[in-house]
Structure formats: C-alpha cells, structure tokens
C-alpha cells in the first residue's frame, strides 16, 4: 500500500487481473532491489535497466513488474476512481509504520537543510484524498501536519514537532540509502 500511495501504479489488460509497476532513477537501484526481495514471490521479472528519453533529456531507470493478479484487482478498486488515484475512505486501517515508511521513501523529502518539517509530495491526490491521509496520520501516530499549496496541487507537510515522532514511527524502516530524508 505504500508504493501505491507512492510511485507505484497498477494497470490492467483485461479489468480482471492486475500488475504492480515498479520503476525508479537508477540511482535508486538499491530501493529497487529492496522492493523485489519483498515482492519476488509476486514479480514477473527481476530488476531491469533501462534508457528514457524525455525531451532531449535521456534517463537511465531501474524497474521491475508484477504478475497480473487478481489479487491485485482489491487494491485497484480501492485505490482508482475512473483512472484517476485517490486515497481510500479505510486508509486509517491499512497505514502501519512499514506502509508510512514505504510512501515517504517513495515521495518524502525535507523541506529544507534549515527546517525540521518533512514533506511528502501528493500533488496527484485531491483534496478529499489528503484529507483523508491528514485524520489517518494524526488518528494512528499522532503526527500533525498541515497542506501546503504548491503550483502541481498540494503537499502533507509534516510539522517541524511531529518530526520526532514520525521518526520514530518509521525511521528502523527507512533504507540506509534514504536516512537523508530524516535528517
């Protein structure tokens, strides 16, 4: 559920099974391979490398997929309308410290070298949507937090006296790799 609310995407070819994508800078490589040993029961292929042009720009990515499943179709319902991502109404039940941890690996960032606040990048989600994640955030860790407009939408801000207790909620989950991310 974390790489869901994070950069992970479901797709279908057939609206009854359902695949898990997985792709990231290649940079990330050790996140990558974090996540296959999680999922290998369900992958399709290992971690792959590949080139990405965007613009004039060339990007090189490590990724890898599920199988289609149709185990998978419950988290689609749950987290896709008409295409589009969203938070589920239940999300306050299936947020545990591994999901948090998995999602700000995904799009969690510091607001600055100066601050203590972090940030969590849900621009994609509508207002309901960050609602939604605010209540589950303060109902099951106590973690304050407020929106913060930005031109793409909105980010969860994490405030700077939450900081240590999001911390400690998620940080023996945090990859070495990502630690920079707490401060």
Sequence with gaps: M????????????????????????IKQKFYVDWLYEQLMNLASNSPKVKLQKVKDKIYKKCWFNTSYSGSFRFYYQQFYLNGKKIVPKLIGRWLTPLTLAVWFMDDGSVKSKYHQAKIINTQAFDLTSLRRLQKALESNFEIKTKLRKQKEGYQIYILANSTPRFKEVIGKYILEGFKYKLG
């Design 2 to 25: 974390g790489k869901i609310l994070g950069d992970g995407h479901l797709e279908t070819a057939n609206h009854r099974t359902y695949r898990l994508k997985i792709e990231h800078s």
